[in-house]
């Protein structure tokens, strides 16, 4: 960021696996941010860097003229907005809140209506790191006007290399959601035969070798084309690994609720999508933990 940009001042609500750098990045930057987030650990490390801690997403919200949420699910997003001591009990205009949580497409009329009533800008922008992006230089999605999503920009630009409009409110999201349809197919289909090559009794690098050098692969194909086996693991087996199991499950457990969402995405328009709901059964396995699929058929 170009040190002649006007400092801002930021809420910034979720310091997850993705989010925890974002802000990381803006406490970097000549942004002002003050942190919320309710596990005092991930909390604690950006008061320590210099971020104003907060109580409540209420209280980072006071003054705040952009006031970031990046939490895990639909359910969050709707309580650290609007819940009870959510940032609207403390926004003011012309505030703009920009929900990057992936959330389904009802959510986010929920949310921008909210924010509507209160005189508050949104922005939906869902944010991707896929391809090798780094947490500096994310892809961000965005739905809304134009003239909120500039004012939201100098922002944005410390974490993303690419901020995009793809329509009016709810486009954004709509978008991630499809991308990230497109890419769990994908990795069902890429497990499908990597699984039918080790049956075959193939080796399973010559095969990734294979894919990589004739179709091209990003990182995120690595999700499945590293694996040593396509066998899956079972939460209960004494050899997994623990920390294996944990974060794919935890992985499959969002990568499931995106999916639900792109069908709800899909049945608002009438849109038949097979081969995304085709990816659902397989998302589990493709990631390496067979109980999903077993629990889901």
Known sequence: MESSVTPMTVAFCGLGDLGGPVCDALIASPHHVAAYDPRPEVLEKRVAAGARRATNPGDAAIGADVIIVFVRDDSQALDVVSGPAGVLRTARPPAVVVVHSTVAPATVRMLDAACGAAGVGFVDAGVSRGGGRTTDRLYAMCGGNQATIDAVLPVLSVYCAEVVRFGDTGAGMSAKLVRNAMRYGVWAVQYEG?????????DLGAMAHLYRSTFGTTSDDEAVLARATMVPVTPGDPNADADFVAR?????????????DAYELADEFAFDVPM???AKPLYGLAL???????EHR
């Not at 990597?194 to 193939?202: D, F, I, P, S, V």
Request: charged share 20%.
């Open 194 to 202: 990597m699984a039918l090559a080790e049956a075959a009794g193939l």
């Open 248 to 260: 794919m499950s935890a992985a499959i457990t969002l990568g499931w609720k995106d999916l639900d």
């Open 276 to 278: 995304a709901r085709a």
């Open 288 to 294: 390496g933990v067979a109980h999903f699929e077993e």
